[in-house]
C-alpha cells in the first residue's frame, strides 16, 4: 500500500552503507519510522528531503513491518536552523523532546501544528530560546502533567499574589502559601508570561523579546518540573547548557521584557 504523509524529520539513523531509518511526525499518522534506500549517498534524490528538521511530503510504501519511502519533496527546509549553531541547537532540543513524548503511530494534529510552527519561527530568527520554552510548556500535559495556571491549585482563587509550588505544581496564591515552603514568588508579569508560554499559540505570540535572567527564571521552573515529574533526560540539552554557559558565542543586545501585547 502506497500512502502519502506530510510530516517533519524528527531524526535520522544510518542503516547499513547507503541507507536511512527515518522518524517522520506528522498530522495524520503520527510519529512513524520508514527505510530511506540510498539515501546517504549524495546524489540520491531522497538525500536532502532525509535531513533532520525537514518539513516534506512522503510517498511511503507500507507493507507489514517498517515502511520504505519511495519519494519525497520538500515543503519547507528551515534554512537558517542549519546554518545557524544556536538555531540548530534549540531545534534539536525541541525535536528530541517531542520524540521523547510522543508515542508512535498516535495522530498528533496539535503536536505537529506546536513542531511546525516552533521550527518556522527559529527559521524566521525569533528568538530560539524562547521558542524552546514555549515548546517545553506546551509540552507538559503530553507527558501527563497538568500544572495548574488559571487559579490557585489549593483554594481556586483567581486574584491576588501567587506564587509556584513544586509540591503542587502550579500557583499558589497569598492566601495558601504556607502550604508549601519551598514556593517561588512570582511577579505579576512572570505570572502572565508562564500563562502566556502554556496557553498562546506560538504563531500568535509575535516577536517575543525578553531579557536573559527572565527566560533563565522561568526555565528553571519548567526543567525542575520536566526533572522532577516526568523522567525524560534530552541529550541535547547537556549541549544548550554548554551553549548558554558561553554567551559570548551569541553576543545580543539586552532589551526589555515584552509580551505579545503588554508586559507590567
Keep these: 500500500m502506497l500512502n502519502r504523509v506530510e510530516g517533519i524529520v524528527l531524526k535520522t539513523r544510518d542503516y547499513g552503507e547507503t541507507n536511512k531509518i527515518i522518524t517522520l511526525l506528522s498530522s495524520e499518522t503520527g510519529k512513524i519510522t520508514a527505510m530511506a534506500r540510498g539515501a546517504k549517498k549524495p546524489a540520491s534524490r531522497l538525500a536532502s528531503v532525509t535531513q533532520p528538521f525537514t518539513h516534506g511530503s512522503f510517498l511511503i510504501q507500507q507493507g507489514n513491518g517498517m515502511g520504505t519511502i519511495q519519494q519525497g519533496e520538500q515543503v519547507e527546509s528551515y534554512r537558517h536552523i542549519r546554518e545557524n549553531i544556536e538555531a540548530t541547537a534549540y531545534a534539536s532540543f525541541i525535536v528530541e523532546l517531542i520524540d521523547r513524548a510522543v508515542e508512535d503511530r498516535t495522530?498528533?494534529?496539535a503536536i505537529f501544528n506546536l513542531l511546525k510552527n516552533s521550527l518556522h519561527a527559529i527559521s524566521e530568527e525569533y528568538d530560539?530560546?524562547?521558542?524552546?520554552?514555549f515548546v517545553e510548556w506546551k509540552m507538559l500535559p503530553v507527558t501527563g502533567i497538568y500544572p495548574t495556571l488559571h487559579e490557585c491549585a489549593n483554594c481556586k482563587a483567581t486574584d491576588g499574589e501567587f506564587a509556584f509550588s513544586f509540591?503542587?505544581?502550579?500557583?499558589?496564591?497569598?492566601?495558601?502559601?504556607e502550604i508549601d515552603p519551598y514556593i517561588i514568588r512570582l511577579t505579576p508579569s512572570q505570572?502572565?508570561?508562564i500563562r502566556t508560554f502554556y496557553t498562546v499559540p506560538i504563531d500568535q505570540v509575535g516577536k517575543l523579546t525578553l531579557k536573559k535572567e527572565t527566560k533563565m527564571f522561568i526555565k528553571k521552573i519548567v526543567r525542575t518540573i520536566y526533572d522532577e515529574q516526568t523522567g525524560i533526560r534530552l541529550k541535547s540539552r547537556s549541549f544548550l547548557d554548554q551553549l548558554e554557559r558561553t554567551p559570548l558565542l551569541f553576543p545580543k543586545k539586552e532589551t526589555p521584557d515584552?509580551?505579545?501585547?503588554s508586559e507590567d
Design 107 to 109: 495522530p498528533q494534529a
Design 128 to 133: 530560539p530560546e524562547a521558542i524552546a520554552l
Design 167 to 177: 509540591q503542587q505544581i502550579g500557583f499558589l496564591c497569598h492566601r495558601c502559601f
Design 191 to 193: 505570572v502572565k508570561l
Design 258 to 261: 515584552q509580551s505579545p501585547k
